[in-house]
């Protein structure tokens, strides 16, 4: 199972990576150790949320979302009702997007058989592998239930459509659903780097993880924790809720909410890893591309008398195409027709993968080297919790000159983002 895999500690982790890597800690704690046995940025940062929670005291069941859950607990949904209906269509979105992502994944494999393992097809294989290890890799954290940082927002039919029980799906639904579409969003930073540039690809990481926990909490699939360890901001998402959302015979409302912060650190790594990769066969890139491999690998067996996660997710696509009416779509042409709908200004042709422009952590590269040090600073906060009692959006950095000054996520790219981008939507705050 993916979370027995990935879940059960760091200690396992800690072990393969130092037998590999071959690094010594400087005083042998555990932390040392993660610090310097890390197989990736976002492995890192990720390992450090996992020490951070593992200092916390098991927190409570949140508060939702000031919504009502009892249409959720009732024994069959009302197809009628407008919260049923809008959480229908976010898992609809999920579930499509996860399907992109496995179609993209799956037809690089097509391509890759029998190449040789130095052709771009095979490269782009690889490169899909090594992402999925990678965001596999945090889902399955942002899912264990034990000490979660995102809980389903209601019991009944809102848990049940999420962990895909109504479809008899295995354990660990939920996370590799969401790790296959991160598969997609991975290939769409590759792609947006290649065409619009290094600091459009982070922006997008930033404007999509925002937009989907808006979706989530604004349609009562889930709710993220708000505590010390992952306060809100400064991201923000504003919208014009949908009609079936609106107070009857009532103007629709304007929603502002602030962003969960690790969430979006986790997709201040992820680009970094991402656009950094060589494809060189390194220790690190192999174990974490043979990671991303048995994820699919899991993503697509049967267990005894369950189907596959593939099969139950198609299966809840249909459940939540037919609850909205939707007539279900072919996957051929899904990624274009998805591309069409959401204005993304990008190439149909992704499926079967692309390929990155390496970009170097360098004084020559000001996005991604600042990213990285952001992303470090709050890392020693994460491995400091509880002692640090809370985790500072405001980072502190020093110039050339050794004066400190602090600054936000925001103040990463210099306050720019790329016009194609911009909207009333998405706001973030930068440091005063």
């Given at each position: 199972?993916?979370?027995?895999?990935?879940?059960?500690?760091?200690?396992?982790?800690?072990?393969?990576?130092?037998?590999?890597?071959?690094?010594?800690?400087?005083?042998?704690?555990?932390?040392?150790?993660?610090?310097?046995?890390?197989?990736?940025?976002?492995?890192?940062?990720?390992?450090?949320?996992?020490?951070?929670?593992?200092?916390?005291?098991?927190?409570?069941?949140?508060?939702?979302?000031?919504?009502?859950?009892?249409?959720?607990?009732?024994?069959?949904?009302?197809?009628?009702?407008?919260?049923?209906?809008?959480?229908?269509?976010?898992?609809?979105?999920?579930?499509?997007?996860?399907?992109?992502?496995?179609?993209?994944?799956?037809?690089?494999?097509?391509?890759?058989?029998?190449?040789?393992?130095?052709?771009?097809?095979?490269?782009?294989?690889?490169?899909?592998?090594?992402?999925?290890?990678?965001?596999?890799?945090?889902?399955?954290?942002?899912?264990?239930?034990?000490?979660?940082?995102?809980?389903?927002?209601?019991?009944?039919?809102?848990?049940?459509?999420?962990?895909?029980?109504?479809?008899?799906?295995?354990?660990?639904?939920?996370?590799?659903?969401?790790?296959?579409?991160?598969?997609?969003?991975?290939?769409?930073?590759?792609?947006?780097?290649?065409?619009?540039?290094?600091?459009?690809?982070?922006?997008?990481?930033?404007?999509?993880?925002?937009?989907?926990?808006?979706?989530?909490?604004?349609?009562?699939?889930?709710?993220?924790?708000?505590?010390?360890?992952?306060?809100?901001?400064?991201?923000?998402?504003?919208?014009?809720?949908?009609?079936?959302?609106?107070?009857?015979?009532?103007?629709?409302?304007?929603?502002?909410?602030?962003?969960?912060?690790?969430?979006?650190?986790?997709?201040?790594?992820?680009?970094?890893?991402?656009?950094?990769?060589?494809?060189?066969?390194?220790?690190?890139?192999?174990?974490?591309?043979?990671?991303?491999?048995?994820?699919?690998?899991?993503?697509?067996?049967?267990?005894?008398?369950?189907?596959?996660?593939?099969?139950?997710?198609?299966?809840?696509?249909?459940?939540?195409?037919?609850?909205?009416?939707?007539?279900?779509?072919?996957?051929?042409?899904?990624?274009?027709?998805?591309?069409?709908?959401?204005?993304?200004?990008?190439?149909?042709?992704?499926?079967?993968?692309?390929l990155p422009l390496p970009q170097s952590v360098s004084v020559q590269n000001k996005e991604m080297k600042k990213a990285l040090l952001f992303a470090q600073q709050v890392e020693r906060?994460?491995?400091?919790?509880?002692?640090?009692?809370?985790?500072?959006?405001?980072?502190?950095?020093?110039?050339?000159?050794?004066?400190?000054?602090?600054?936000?996520?925001?103040?990463?790219?210099?306050?720019?983002?790329?016009?194609?981008?911009?909207?009333?939507?998405?706001?973030?705050?930068?440091?005063?």
């Amino acid at each position: 199972m993916m979370k027995r895999t990935i879940i059960r500690g760091v200690s396992a982790l800690l072990l393969v990576a130092a037998s590999v890597v071959g690094a010594e800690s400087t005083d042998g704690s555990p932390v040392e150790v993660l610090k310097e046995n890390r197989l990736s940025y976002t492995d890192g940062f990720v390992d450090a949320v996992k020490v951070a929670l593992d200092a916390l005291p098991a927190q409570p069941q949140p508060p939702a979302t000031g919504k009502p859950c009892d249409w959720s607990v009732t024994a069959s949904p009302d197809p009628h009702n407008a919260h049923f209906l809008a959480f229908a269509g976010s898992q609809q979105l999920k579930y499509e997007v996860a399907l992109i992502g496995y179609d993209v994944y799956d037809k690089a494999r097509l391509n890759a058989k029998g190449a040789p393992a130095n052709s771009e097809a095979s490269r782009k294989l690889r490169f899909l592998q090594y992402m999925l290890g990678l965001s596999g890799y945090w889902e399955a954290l942002a899912a264990d239930h034990e000490k979660t940082l995102l809980s389903p927002a209601c019991e009944g039919i809102v848990r049940n459509w999420r962990e895909g029980t109504i479809v008899n799906a295995r354990d660990d639904f939920a996370p590799a659903t969401s790790a296959m579409g991160d598969v997609l969003l991975a290939v769409l930073t590759a792609d947006i780097n290649r065409t619009l540039g290094t600091k459009a690809a982070f922006v997008w990481g930033a404007y999509q993880e925002a937009l989907a926990q808006f979706g989530v909490e604004q349609s009562i699939s889930g709710w993220f924790y708000t505590t010390d360890l992952d306060p809100r901001g400064p991201i923000n998402w504003t919208t014009t809720l949908s009609g079936p959302m609106c107070p009857s015979g009532e103007a629709c409302p304007s929603v502002t909410k602030e962003q969960s912060y690790i969430p979006q650190m986790v997709w201040l790594t992820l680009p970094v890893d991402i656009l950094s990769y060589t494809g060189d066969a390194t220790t690190e890139n192999l174990l974490i591309e043979a990671r991303g491999k048995h994820y699919m690998e899991e993503f697509e067996k049967e267990v005894g008398d369950q189907d596959s996660l593939l099969v139950s997710t198609r299966n809840m696509l249909r459940i939540a195409q037919a609850s909205q009416d939707v007539t279900p779509d072919q996957p051929q042409g899904r990624l274009a027709l998805w591309l069409k709908q959401h204005s993304l200004p990008l190439a149909s042709n992704l499926v079967g993968g692309v390929l990155p422009l390496p970009q170097s952590v360098s004084v020559q590269n000001k996005e991604m080297k600042k990213a990285l040090l952001f992303a470090q600073q709050v890392e020693r906060d994460l491995l400091d919790f509880p002692e640090a009692k809370h985790i500072d959006q405001m980072v502190v950095t020093r110039s050339a000159a050794n004066a400190s000054a602090t600054m936000t996520i925001c103040d990463l790219y210099d306050g720019a983002i790329e016009g194609w981008l911009l909207s009333e939507h998405f706001t973030c705050i930068t440091a005063k």
